[in-house]
């Protein structure tokens, strides 16, 4: 099982961009499909993209489609998640999350290791 832990989240402007990370631990980085969700204060965790074991194929809520760009190194074991154009609705703490299963799934039971979040600020 991998271990995860998330960096890059921060304070910006609207229009602005970030870029999350998402290191992961272990030998076994590559057989597991990556997420990312987020969950705002008084919300439910929400499923934001997803990349598949080879980084081949990538999956977005239609609210990021177009500014959000998810992608995977994994001669590094690491995940990203590419935040541009970033509304003060984007403001969460960001989590990763990984699922064994190559199945596309969003929901967020589907995975079964998670980092600690990464929060980001928006301000408008």
């Known amino acids: 099982q991998v271990q995860l832990v998330e960096s890059g989240g921060g304070l910006v402007q609207a229009g602005g961009s970030l870029r999350l990370s998402c290191a992961a631990s272990?030998?076994?980085?590559?057989?597991?499909?990556m997420g990312w969700f987020r969950q705002a204060p008084g919300k439910e965790r929400e499923f934001v993209a997803r990349?598949?074991?080879?980084?081949?194929?990538?999956y977005y809520v239609d609210s990021v489609k177009g500014r959000f760009t998810i992608s995977r190194d994994n001669a590094k074991n690491t995940a990203y998640l590419q935040m541009n154009s970033l509304k003060p609705e984007d403001a969460a703490v960001y989590y990763c999350?990984?699922?064994?299963?190559?199945?596309?799934?969003?929901?967020?039971?589907?995975?079964?290791?998670w980092g600690q979040g990464t929060l980001v600020t928006v301000s408008s």
């Open positions: 999350a990984a699922d064994p299963l190559p199945y596309g799934a969003t929901r967020a039971s589907a995975y079964d290791t």
């Open positions: 990349i598949s074991r080879s980084g081949s194929k990538t």
């Open positions: 272990g030998r076994t980085f590559s057989t597991y499909a």
